[in-house]
């Protein structure tokens, strides 16, 4: 495939959200919206990627991994075709093609992009729209086509007349362009009178009139042009996105023993033969090994790495924590900036009081380490290895229990060396 460059459309204020957050950044899964939109033109190598930002441009710009990428701001909001026209600029003198995506389609696949990149590398068009058929098509662009099926125009929801409104086939939003006809076509738009804006999707219609060669690829994927555009919309790209994370789990061998009260975030990874119990919340940035036993009703939380044949039971939660291997930790406990060493025993109610009312200090708990029942560890602890701490014990702050030693009562003394 040949090279490309990518613009990534965000400046939108995401109206219907009714959010101070700029609509790209809603997490689904526990990643920004615009995120997924990144994961597609990294992973087809694009040259270069513009994410054009307007309403939040400073927090849009702070939340995003910027490898590769250039912000360009949009003044002012003044429809697609002026976000396109910001990064002219930017790519002068390129003359390849130019991916343009928007930023509130998180279900769409890179497999469709490529796909349309190839089609449109070997039809040689001067656009490639990619189109969809939906069951539901309110509120996006339609495809008009003429009696024998050729492409005549995108029209817009607000432009739209009553025969239109049963077109089923939708712009999705996403487009190949040779840069040299988008640039010269987008100096042609005009404002669109009822909307005040300058609308991309009329670029395509003046390709066409100007005698270039004007195609689109049509996806049998019906979720792949869902574009979000309020909280429903959100809620329901996060029910599919979640499911995707599961069926890509239980493919690679972890038993989820009921996928609809089980959430799994972006970027976990768990060893196979390991099992999930119904209401367990798993956060992004996770490892789990294999052969372990997590939940029902657990929470493990960003930066935890759990090694394996460990079991986290009920109602019990970890952050930021690694816990090594053969470990049990079967209830009502939670675990904070801790460290565990292998066969440890977290008793049931074990507490970290990880947090001073300033700053997160860290537990060590070494290898084989006993911890008793609703014993209390006011961090910095170290316990160390086989040491035991009674039921109940207070471990005060900066306290070391040597390896072996038995501990107990508040605050803890040493009982037997
Ligand atoms: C747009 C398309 C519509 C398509 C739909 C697919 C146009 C005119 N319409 O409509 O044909 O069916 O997407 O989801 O393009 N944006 C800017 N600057 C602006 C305005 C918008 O960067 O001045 C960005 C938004 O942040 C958003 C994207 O462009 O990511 C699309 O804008 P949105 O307002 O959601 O357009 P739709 O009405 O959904
Ligand atoms: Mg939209």
């Given at each position: 495939m040949s090279g490309f460059c990518s613009i990534i459309l965000a400046a939108g204020k995401g109206t219907r959200m009714k959010s101070k957050v700029p609509k790209v950044l809603h997490p689904i899964c526990g990643r920004p919206m615009i995120e997924y939109m990144l994961d597609i033109t990294r992973s087809l190598r694009s040259l270069k990627t513009y994410i054009v930002t307007g309403y939040g441009a400073a927090k849009v710009k702070a939340a995003v991994r910027a490898d590769g990428v250039e912000f360009v701001l949009q003044p002012q909001l003044r429809g697609t075709a002026d976000a396109v026209r910001r990064v002219e600029p930017r790519l002068k003198g390129f003359r390849g093609t130019v991916l343009?995506?928007?930023?509130?389609?998180?279900?769409?696949?890179?497999?469709?992009?490529?796909?349309?990149?190839?089609?449109?590398?070997?039809?040689?068009?001067?656009?490639?729209?990619l189109t969809a058929i939906i069951d539901h098509p309110q509120g996006y662009g339609r495809i008009i086509r003429d009696d024998t099926g050729s492409f005549?125009?995108?029209?817009?929801?607000?432009?739209?007349?009553?025969?239109?409104?049963?077109?089923?086939?939708?712009?999705?939003?996403?487009?190949?362009?040779?840069?040299?006809?988008?640039?010269?076509?987008?100096?042609?738009?005009?404002?669109?009178?009822?909307k005040k804006e300058f609308y991309l999707t009329d670029v395509v219609e003046l390709l066409l009139a100007a005698g270039h060669p004007v195609d689109t690829f049509t996806t049998q994927d019906v979720q792949a042009g869902f574009g979000v555009n309020d909280r429903r919309d959100l809620a329901q790209a996060e029910a599919i996105i979640r499911r995707r994370i599961l069926q890509e789990h239980m493919r690679n061998g972890v038993t989820i023993i009921n996928p609809d009260t089980t959430y799994i975030e972006a970027n976990v990874k768990i060893g196979s033969d390991t099992v999930i119990h119904p209401c367990t919340v798993i956060h992004s940035d996770v490892r789990i090994g294999s052969g372990c036993l997590i939940g029902p009703f657990a929470r493990i939380r960003p930066g935890s790495r759990i090694a394996d044949k460990v079991e986290i039971g009920n109602f019990t939660e970890i952050s930021r924590t690694s816990i090594g291997s053969d470990?049990?930790?079967?209830?009502?406990?939670?675990?904070?900036?801790?460290?565990?060493?292998?066969?440890?025993?977290?008793?049931?109610?074990?507490?970290?009081?990880?947090?001073d009312g300033v700053a997160k200090n860290k537990t060590t708990i070494g290898p084989g380490a006993l911890i008793g029942s609703d014993a209390i560890m006011v961090a910095p602890v170290t316990i160390g290895s086989r040491a035991v701490v009674g039921a109940g014990a207070v471990v005060t702050k900066h306290t070391r229990v040597p390896a072996g030693a038995v501990v107990r009562g508040v605050p803890a003394k040493i009982f037997k060396e």
């Amino acid at each position: 495939m040949s090279g490309f460059c990518s613009i990534i459309l965000a400046a939108g204020k995401g109206t219907r959200m009714k959010s101070k957050v700029p609509k790209v950044l809603h997490p689904i899964c526990g990643r920004p919206m615009i995120e997924y939109m990144l994961d597609i033109t990294r992973s087809l190598r694009s040259l270069k990627t513009y994410i054009v930002t307007g309403y939040g441009a400073a927090k849009v710009k702070a939340a995003v991994r910027a490898d590769g990428v250039e912000f360009v701001l949009q003044p002012q909001l003044r429809g697609t075709a002026d976000a396109v026209r910001r990064v002219e600029p930017r790519l002068k003198g390129f003359r390849g093609t130019v991916l343009i995506l928007c930023g509130d389609t998180p279900l769409l696949s890179r497999d469709i992009v490529r796909a349309l990149l190839a089609k449109h590398h070997q039809a040689k068009a001067a656009v490639t729209v990619l189109t969809a058929i939906i069951d539901h098509p309110q509120g996006y662009g339609r495809i008009i086509r003429d009696d024998t099926g050729s492409f005549l125009a995108i029209r817009e929801q607000k432009d739209i007349n009553d025969q239109e409104t049963q077109i089923k086939e939708i712009n999705v939003g996403v487009y190949c362009f040779e840069a040299p006809r988008l640039f010269e076509a987008l100096k042609k738009v005009r404002l669109n009178a009822r909307k005040k804006e300058f609308y991309l999707t009329d670029v395509v219609e003046l390709l066409l009139a100007a005698g270039h060669p004007v195609d689109t690829f049509t996806t049998q994927d019906v979720q792949a042009g869902f574009g979000v555009n309020d909280r429903r919309d959100l809620a329901q790209a996060e029910a599919i996105i979640r499911r995707r994370i599961l069926q890509e789990h239980m493919r690679n061998g972890v038993t989820i023993i009921n996928p609809d009260t089980t959430y799994i975030e972006a970027n976990v990874k768990i060893g196979s033969d390991t099992v999930i119990h119904p209401c367990t919340v798993i956060h992004s940035d996770v490892r789990i090994g294999s052969g372990c036993l997590i939940g029902p009703f657990a929470r493990i939380r960003p930066g935890s790495r759990i090694a394996d044949k460990v079991e986290i039971g009920n109602f019990t939660e970890i952050s930021r924590t690694s816990i090594g291997s053969d470990v049990f930790m079967k209830h009502f406990s939670f675990l904070g900036d801790a460290r565990v060493g292998a066969k440890a025993n977290i008793g049931a109610g074990v507490v970290t009081a990880n947090f001073d009312g300033v700053a997160k200090n860290k537990t060590t708990i070494g290898p084989g380490a006993l911890i008793g029942s609703d014993a209390i560890m006011v961090a910095p602890v170290t316990i160390g290895s086989r040491a035991v701490v009674g039921a109940g014990a207070v471990v005060t702050k900066h306290t070391r229990v040597p390896a072996g030693a038995v501990v107990r009562g508040v605050p803890a003394k040493i009982f037997k060396e």
